[in-house]
């Protein structure tokens, strides 16, 4: 292949389209338009950008490109997803595969000789690294890919499990909180309702749109996010949507409709006054359009207030005619999630039960006339599985560590600890009493 013809074949990808604003792609079309005009100062110039960008990824342009092509979502994908692509389409999709498994072949000296026949080595760019490559049969790889895309996606669906959304678009988290099931202490039984909602969902059988309330610190958010995290490879994506963006969702529905994966929008914290416009919204949105629900979506929302709006005693002495109906019209929004899980408060019992330091918790603190015994070292790493705990001069128990939820769990329980600045994904909390306080430095007296 000449390489005008590589130029032409490059800018002309159709199907294949979105690769043109690949970093890599892009400075490898740029490399062959300044070769096209056969000054030396400019190839030498691209050529050095377009390796640069391609050794930021890896050594070897064959594993690269082929992995852009298979990531790359194509009007193809979609239509395969949908059922079927028309004999154009996959006329055209054939022969850009072809055309993209001999680039993924490619070496620097081969494209020299396409541009320079009477003097290929070009010994003044001799210096120049030479990338490495890669055969791959790339139509069967694609093939095998479209069969997948109800699993591994497609585009950024292919890259990231959780989203959220900015300006009426998703946008993907590259750091997501790791929350493994695995993790969370107790409440098994309530974590089971939600995860075999979510198995139904990745099934293609009917899901329910899910409300998990309950008290502050029982985990609630912090199940979702397992969940997600868990059934990531089975095709299951994380949309998390903010109250004041609710009016976006019937929009963002539309668009993740015919997506071959599955979505739970996820909504934290929910809860509305008397007054506010999104209380309509998500009653719309959950069973109240006349648009039909997509069934690769469902809602997840959890929330402390068990109707979700803020009820006062004065409601009840109001000058309203119809009471009962404004009431019912205000509890009416939790009704319409079809599961709502209950995460309760433990009591001391349950708690201890499930508390992954019961041993050290247990302990009699010693006397304050007995010696003083020196602090263990704390541990040089944390992991969210292990589990560490020691004893201060004073008898407190001090942890290192611990989840989020244990954190939470260990507020509520208003326990005497002090933990250490090690702690993993542990946000900073102090309650009123003073009892509880992450990230100090060490243990305090």
């Known amino acids: ?53 391609l050794f930021e990824q890896t050594t070897n342009l064959g594993e690269y490109l082929s992995n852009a092509v ?3 979502e ?51 760019l001799a210096f120049l690294p030479r990338w490495e490559t890669k055969k791959i049969d790339l139509a069967a790889a694609y093939a095998q890919r479209m069969q997948e895309a109800g699993k591994k996606g497609y585009g950024m669906f292919a890259k990231h499990h959780v989203f959220t959304v900015e300006d009426g678009r998703l946008v993907p988290v590259k750091y997501p909180d790791p929350q493994r099931l695995s993790e969370l202490p107790g409440y098994e039984g309530e974590r089971e309702k939600v995860i075999a909602n979510t198995k139904a969902l990745l099934a293609g059988m009917p899901a329910n749109n899910v409300l998990l309330y309950g008290d502050a610190g029982t985990g609630k958010s912090s199940a979702v996010k397992a969940i997600a995290n868990e059934f990531a490879p089975d095709g299951l994506r994380l949309v998390e949507v903010k109250k004041n963006q609710l009016y976006q969702i019937p929009d963002l529905m539309d668009k993740l409709a015919a997506n071959p994966l599955k979505f739970i929008l996820f909504i934290d914290d929910l809860s509305f006054t008397a007054n506010d416009d999104n209380f309509a919204a998500l009653k719309a949105i959950l069973e109240g359009s006349v648009g039909g629900r997509a069934k690769n979506i469902a809602v997840y929302a959890t929330s402390n207030r068990r109707h979700l709006i803020k009820e006062t005693l004065t409601d009840r002495t109001g000058d309203d005619i119809h009471e009962a109906d404004t009431r019912q019209e205000l509890m009416s929004l939790s009704a319409r999630f079809g599961l709502t899980v209950t995460f309760q408060r433990p009591e001391k019992a349950r708690f201890e039960a499930r508390c992954p330091w019961k041993s050290c918790w247990s302990r009699p603190r010693p006397s304050p006339s007995a010696p003083a015994a020196a602090a263990p070292a704390w541990p040089s790493s944390s992991s969210n599985s292990a589990r560490a705990a020691c004893r201060n ?25 002090v933990l250490h600045e090690g702690v993993q994904e542990a946000p900073r909390y102090c309650s009123t009493e003073g009892l509880l306080v992450a990230g100090v430095n060490a243990c305090r007296p």
Not at 15 to 40: G, H, W, Y
Not at 101 to 116: K, P, S
């Open 393 to 417: 001069k004073k008898g407190r128990v001090c942890l290192t560590n611990i989840s989020k939820a244990h954190i939470i769990s260990l507020r509520k329980m208003n326990a005497d600890m």
């Open 1 to 53: 292949m000449k390489l005008r013809e590589w130029n032409a074949r490059l800018h002309g990808l159709v199907i294949f389209r979105a690769l043109l604003d690949d970093p890599v792609v892009a400075k490898l079309l740029d490399l062959t338009d300044r070769m096209e005009a056969r000054s030396m100062g400019p190839v030498c110039d691209a050529v050095a950008s377009f390796e640069a960008a």
């Open 70 to 72: 298979l990531e790359t």
């Open 74 to 124: 194509t009007v193809c994908v979609r239509q395969a997803a949908a059922g079927g692509i028309a004999p154009v389409l996959q006329s055209a999709l054939d022969s850009e595969l072809h055309f993209l498994q001999e680039l993924c072949g490619l070496t620097l000296d081969e494209l020299f000789q396409t541009a320079y026949s009477e003097q290929s080595q070009r010994p003044e």
